[in-house]
């Protein structure tokens, strides 16, 4: 796996009336006048202190005609409190919470040559939220590492990956059975080898199985 950092300064630009979409802000044409260290937080910088809302990140990439075609996942340590994520001026995902790290497909969105990512963060606590979470506990003064406080980075993937690995014991107890969901993101039949290990407690290796695969587009379940 390759993985280009995209941490440093990004184009930075705040939002008090939320209308950065409508106006096309995700867009690489449009600038902004001020530029933000990511990780970071917008209210440690001397010129944000006291502002509360949206606001904007955006900086380019390149990607050369090899990568272009490995499998481009997004990686974000982590955003408070809502992130809305664009490629290329296209809607990626959206994101709620700052307590986990985050990822976004963008296969789909990116080309060879230059490549613009652009977040819209938000660090106001919305009424929908208040109504599912409750009230709070204890008292947990306004974050100040609002917007992207974590590390970013772009991680080309090979195509052919494991989505998901589920182990569990047979009725008897006495074997595991394990199911690997297996994904082709490309749009070629490609073999593959597939090892499953089973470790005990304390770390110590098992059992190992190795399958050969040849994985066609699309996902399809091993089991073994």
């Known amino acids: 796996m390759e993985i280009i950092s995209l941490n440093g300064l990004w184009a930075f630009q705040t939002d008090a009336d939320g209308t950065g979409a409508q106006q096309g802000w995700q867009m690489a044409a449009v600038p902004f006048a001020q530029?933000?260290?990511v990780p970071g937080g917008w209210l440690l910088d001397g010129k944000h202190e006291g502002y509360h809302g949206k606001?904007?990140?955006k900086r380019s990439f390149v990607l050369d005609a090899q990568q272009?075609?490995?499998r481009a996942v997004l990686r974000f340590g982590g955003v408070y409190r809502y992130a809305d994520v664009y490629v290329n001026g296209s809607f990626v995902r959206r994101h709620e919470g700052y307590q986990s790290a985050f990822e976004a497909d963008v296969t789909a969105f990116v080309h060879e040559g230059e490549n613009t990512?652009?977040?819209c963060a938000d660090d106001v606590r919305r009424e929908y939220d208040l109504m599912v979470e409750g009230p709070t506990i204890f008292s947990m003064p306004q974050m100040r590492f609002a917007g992207i406080y974590e590390t970013v980075r772009l991680e080309l993937r090979?195509?052919?990956y494991a989505a998901s690995v589920y182990a569990a014991?047979?009725?008897a107890l006495d074997a595991v059975e394990?199911?690997?969901e297996l994904t082709n993101t490309g749009a070629a039949q490609t073999p593959c080898t597939v090892t499953v290990c089973i470790a005990d407690a304390?770390?110590?290796e098992v059992k190992r199985q190795m399958l050969e695969v040849a994985a066609a587009p699309g996902t399809r379940t091993l089991t073994c």
């Open 158 to 160: 090979q195509p052919v």
């Open 202 to 204: 304390a770390g110590a």
């Open 55 to 57: 606001v904007w990140y």
């Open 117 to 119: 990512v652009a977040v």
């Open 169 to 171: 014991l047979t009725p």
């Open 68 to 70: 272009a075609q490995k």
């Open 35 to 37: 530029e933000m260290k």
């Open 178 to 180: 394990a199911a690997v």
